[in-house]
């Protein structure tokens, strides 16, 4: 995500350099509300945390204003992915069901009753796969 937010630093910039002076001082504005939008999702999507425990798997962006919750009774279970390019970060909608992910290709998709099912990015997939199956398996005695 910091990767992506550079690049929108850079083209901001860019593009507030391109924009004429009569342009500027007619909308000031825009200039603070489009490094604002980039602040703002600096704060709010930097890093995905995630936790399994005996009743959910929760998942917690940046400063803990987006998060989800998944409750461990609605898992039917897990696989290992990688997320395709072209899905990229943040949170949103796919073929596969919802997308949760700062970052990298690594995930998690789980199945979930009533739904498609979400995928969750994780720098340590293999470790989140063995915990969300650990906890379906102990739901079941």
């Known amino acids: 995500m910091f990767a992506g937010s550079a ?14 002076p009569a342009t500027r001082a007619a909308a000031p504005w ?3 509300v489009l490094y604002g939008l980039l602040v703002v999702g600096c ?3 930097p890093t995905l945390t995630v936790t399994v425990d005996e009743d959910a798997v929760r998942l917690v962006f940046g400063i803990g ?3 989800t919750t998944v409750p461990v009774a609605d898992l039917v279970g897990a696989e290992r992915v990688r997320v395709r390019l072209r899905w990229g970060w943040g949170v949103h909608w796919t073929p596969s069901g919802w997308l ?10 789980v ?8 995928i969750i990015g994780s720098d ?3 470790r989140l796969h063995a915990a969300i199956v ?4 102990l739901r079941g005695k």
């Open 134 to 137: 650990a906890r379906i398996a």
């Open 7 to 20: 690049v929108g630093i850079a083209l901001v910039t860019v593009l507030v350099l391109a924009l004429s």
């Open 43 to 45: 704060l709010l999507f």
């Open 100 to 109: 949760y992910n700062v970052g990298g290709r690594e995930a998690v998709k």
């Open 30 to 32: 825009l200039i603070v």
């Open 65 to 67: 204003i987006v998060r």
């Open 124 to 126: 340590d997939a293999d």
């Open 111 to 118: 199945a979930v009753r009533r739904d498609r099912g979400v």
